[in-house]
């Protein structure tokens, strides 16, 4: 049974001016998650926000907060971010040296787990926690930015960690340059969750979210088709 397909916009992309009320339209615009991107400056050249915004934001969406960690080292956080409201919390395989370690501590606080890899990084680094993880995100692009050119050469990485997955109920999760020109590519692939954020924010108004979620599900949905035929 392939799992249902999830459009969960980057707020990395929204008015970070008013954040609250960017989430609020987002989700009324049709967002089925809310993606939330945490940069340290260190894992990643850029600084974003932490638990205590998340914690402000949480209010004003009753939809899955899709927790994106790219901070190291990230084991001293997740509490943190589990308290703050996150539904799902996803560390880079790149971040430590004690993985299966750090999702075992996700799952301790009673929130779904994912892992993450960098365009650069083999499926191989996921395969000795596959029963570790709800989740599992594939970047494609390099961490640390919106509005960055997809990465062609992940589309056979997602088909490859898909058979991998097997039958595990594990959704995998797509990230970066993610637009209705890309989503048939990852979809029919097997990915079933599409993060997009410059895609999605465009526009600037509800209608505009709304349309642009709307164009991102409608070329995932058509390719799925074409690919279960
Ligand atoms: C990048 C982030 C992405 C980013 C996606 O490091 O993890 O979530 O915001 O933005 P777009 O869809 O504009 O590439
Ligand atoms: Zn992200």
Known sequence: MSRPLIIAPSIL?????????????VDEAGADWIHLD????????????GPPVVKAIRGASKKIFDCHLMIAPCDPYL??????GADIIT????????????????????????????????????????????????MTVNPGFGGQAFISAVVDK????????????????VDGGITPETAPLVTAAGANVLVAGSAVFKGGTRDSYAANIGAIRAAGVKARGKAAA
């Open 13 to 25: 992309s929204a008015d970070f001016a008013s954040l609250g009320d960017e989430v609020r339209a």
């Open 38 to 49: 945490v940069m340290d400056g260190h894992f990643v050249p850029n600084i974003t926000f």
């Open 79 to 84: 509490a943190a971010f589990a308290d703050a």
């Open 91 to 138: 560390v880079h395989a790149e971040a430590g040296p004690h993985l299966d370690r750090s999702l075992q501590a996700i799952r301790a606080l009673g929130k779904k787990a994912g892992v993450s890899i960098n365009p650069g990084t083999p499926e191989s680094a996921i395969e000795p926690v596959l029963d570790r993880v709800d989740l599992i995100l594939l």
């Open 158 to 173: 997602i088909a490859r960690v898909k058979s991998l997955v097997g039958n595990r109920p594990i959704d995998i999760e």
